[in-house]
């Protein structure tokens, strides 16, 4: 049985479960069988399946043998079990700062495309610095934690700039008039989204349709391999879905896409909501 201290999962987990759970169906073995052989709880394969629990090369090693894998195939599982993800800003605990974030930064780094949908307030990867601080405050956030926080979503912003991975915002109209800041510092928050709609990786589109989605928002990230993850955000703390809770918004972000602008469109509109703000 896997040895009872575990490391918390990470996304590579996640990513390895997924895999395992296909190997497992495509040889017709049920939990209960393989948990037979292996002498396991069908809980603790059910867990390292749904990436809830770390995989270790010999925990990989012995579900090989049992799916009966040839050797190539079953090295490189092991090989991608015994990688180290990538230490990064969210490994280190800092004051002020949920410890939750880390995990969200965790599965920001793995993933290979992002979709924000953001009815009410600007996504927080397209934030400004002066527009962050305004949605921390009016969010109840302590006065003392707001730097630490405003730096945290700096570095995840970064992080989205320096990488590889696809971006898109769909934002709703409202999002953009929503007056969180002053008159100076949302001409500067609506410059910075045109300013980052040019990036060929991004696609930032305004709905400014009717639409049944505006009552919530939801941050949907997609990876090379694993199912996708949802993140969505609450008042005070935040909620994950997966695998099949989570695929539905794929979905739902096409339909979304029917409803907005273009791209070129959504610019045009940002450069009339900056001329208004300036008094043109």
Request: one cysteine or more.
């Amino acid at each position: 049985m896997p040895n009872g201290n575990h490391k918390p999962a990470s996304p590579k987990d996640r990513a390895l479960g997924a895999e395992l759970r296909t190997i497992r169906n495509a040889a017709g073995l049920s939990l209960a069988a393989v948990c037979q052989v292996l002498e396991w709880k069908e809980s603790t394969l059910s867990r390292l399946e749904r990436g809830l629990r770390s995989l270790s090369p010999e925990t990989v090693t012995a579900l090989a043998v049992v799916y009966g894998l040839p050797g190539k195939r079953r090295d490189r599982l092991v090989a991608w079990a015994k990688e180290v993800p990538s230490l990064g800003w969210w490994d280190r605990p800092t004051p002020g700062v949920p410890s939750d974030l880390g995990a969200l930064a965790s599965y920001e780094n793995e993933a290979t495309h992002r979709i924000d949908w953001s009815p009410g307030i600007v996504p927080g990867l397209l934030q400004s610095p002066a527009y962050i601080e305004a949605v921390m405050r009016e969010s109840g956030i302590p006065e003392r934690d707001i730097p630490a926080r405003v730096d945290a979503r700096r570095a995840r912003q970064r992080v989205l700039l320096a990488g590889e991975a696809d971006y898109t915002a769909l934002i709703g109209e409202s999002a953009i008039r929503n007056p969180l800041c002053s008159g100076e510092s949302l001409v500067t928050q609506l410059r910075h989204i045109v300013r980052l709609s040019q990036n060929a990786r991004m696609s930032i589109r305004v709905v400014d349709q009717p639409t049944s989605q505006s009552m919530s928002g939801w941050y949907l990230m997609q990876f090379a391999q694993g199912r996708p993850v949802v993140h969505i955000e609450h008042f005070k703390s935040a909620t994950y879905l997966f695998d099949e809770e989570a695929t539905p918004y794929i979905s739902l972000k096409r339909a979304i896409e029917k409803v907005a602008l273009s791209a070129q469109d959504t610019r045009d509109m940002l450069e009339r909501e900056i001329e208004r703000a300036l008094g043109g």
